[in-house]
């Protein structure tokens, strides 16, 4: 295997949500929401309170590659849902007392996006997510939009704190927790690379696809070895692939089931087509870790990277592969 682990490194720090820098500009822009949501709320309109969900919460963020950084967070109204048995009218409450200049909002199935633009551009968003609160640990997920069927309004019993919880403790040991959150960065900035929006598998889906099947690798000397974890999660992501019969024919599926209530697959809303297209992507990649894996030179193995990743994966040059002959790489393993 070529000397890469400081390479993978090197990238994981350009691609990892900086936790000083645009944490804190998405910190400061979901404050000033949530101080608008308070202040214009209807009187009638139960008090709410907030927590961070997704992957800012689960310290799996990254950069994202349109600049269009993001944030999600879940506001729990204190009522049951029978106060409001259609739960889009929770949702546009919400959506009304933060219309305001500089902001677009809408109101999507899962939650209430409100859009920041600068120069034309999204800039950032905040996706909200309106609960409803239940008598015992899980919450009811608001869902539908504002013209779905009747049908398609419902409140959905949903857990997403304990699903942050075990997504933050799927490795109890500091170096290997570290590693298992680097695979999730560089499987989702692969998504982002490969895939359009609208047919790529959600950011939820590989992270507890991780959370499911990552095993963390390290070499003989004890050094951090990502190129190698990273590789036998995507294979065993491909073991997991099952023939289903449907009416347009035989198809092989990958199935995530969320370990937290609904229970459901996170993969289930991709098309056969899309699920096509992510196991042959799959497959590419699988094959480019075993090629990189299979270099001698760090230069070779890191320009196979590159066309997986982008140009963020970092090439070296001779000279520096002469150094890192010379004097092998001391990985700490410990970036999170």
């Known amino acids: 295997m070529p000397l890469v682990q400081s390479y993978f490194e090197n990238f994981h720090k350009i691609i990892k949500l900086d936790e000083d820098d645009e944490k804190a500009k998405l910190r400061e822009k979901r404050d000033t929401l949530l101080q608008n949501l308070k202040a214009n709320l209807p009187a009638e309109v139960p008090v709410f309170e907030a927590f961070h969900q997704g992957s800012y919460s689960m310290h799996t963020g990254i950069v994202p590659l349109d600049g269009n950084y993001d944030i999600d967070v879940g506001l729990v109204f204190d ?6 048995p259609d739960p889009v009218s929770l949702k546009k409450v919400v959506r009304d007392a933060l219309n305001t200049h500089g902001r677009t909002i809408d109101i999507r199935r899962p939650c209430v996006t409100v859009n920041y633009i600068r120069d034309g551009e999204p800039e950032y968003h905040v ?5 409803a609160m239940r008598n015992d640990d899980t919450l ?3 869902k539908g939009k504002e013209n ?23 490795c109890d040991d500091k170096v290997e927790r570290a590693q298992y959150r680097r695979c999730i960065r560089y499987i989702k900035r692969w998504r982002d690379q490969h895939f359009s929006s609208g ?14 099947w990552f095993k963390p690798r390290f070499e003989v000397s004890g050094k951090a070895a ?7 999660l995507v294979k065993e992501m491909l073991n997991q692939f099952r023939g289903t019969s449907s009416t347009d024919g035989w198809h092989e599926r990958l199935s995530v089931m969320l370990p937290v209530m609904p229970f459901n697959d996170l993969t289930e809303c991709m098309t056969n087509t899309q699920m096509t297209t992510l196991q042959a992507k799959l497959e590419s990649l699988r094959n480019s870790l075993e090629d990189a894996y299979d270099e001698t030179l760090p230069e070779e193995a ?7 990743f982008g140009s963020d994966f970092p090439l070296p040059d001779k000279s520096q592969t002469a150094k890192a ?12």
């Open 79 to 84: 009522c049951s849902r029978s106060e409001y």
């Open 127 to 131: 996706d909200l997510a309106i609960y």
């Open 140 to 142: 009811d997920l608001a």
């Open 148 to 170: 779905s069927d009747v049908s398609r309004r419902i409140w959905e019993q949903s857990n997403p704190r304990e699903l942050t919880r075990l997504i933050c403790n799927a």
């Open 199 to 212: 047919g790529s598998p959600l950011s939820i889906a590989l992270t507890v696809a991780a959370m499911h």
């Open 226 to 232: 990502d190129l190698l974890a990273l590789l036998d």
């Open 302 to 308: 890191c320009k196979i990277m590159q066309k997986q």
């Open 325 to 336: 002959v010379a004097a092998p790489y001391i990985s700490t393993g410990t970036s999170a």
